[in-house]
């Protein structure tokens, strides 16, 4: 398929993906790791969707085995998601 198909294609799909999916991943190097209390210190890029610019703070995580295979250097990407209880990593991925 030459690029000039593709390119329509890929514009095609990324529309049709429904809003929640797109739901930006962030730029972040780890901190800090606190599996008792479930809390990643995370120095993050610009957080779009929540309109925060960059800075190092402290997140809740959904999960306390999100944290499994995190140390403080990893480079990563991650879901962050705003609730009630205030600022939740939804989901992390080690940033190759
Ligand atoms: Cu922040």
Redesign the pocket.
Known sequence: MNKLLLTPLLLALAIALPAAAQADLTDGEIRKVDTDAKKLTIK?GE?KHLD?PP?T?VFQVKDASLLDNLKPGDRVRFAVEKTAGGLVVTAIQLDK
């Open positions: 993050h957080i925060m800075m703070m």
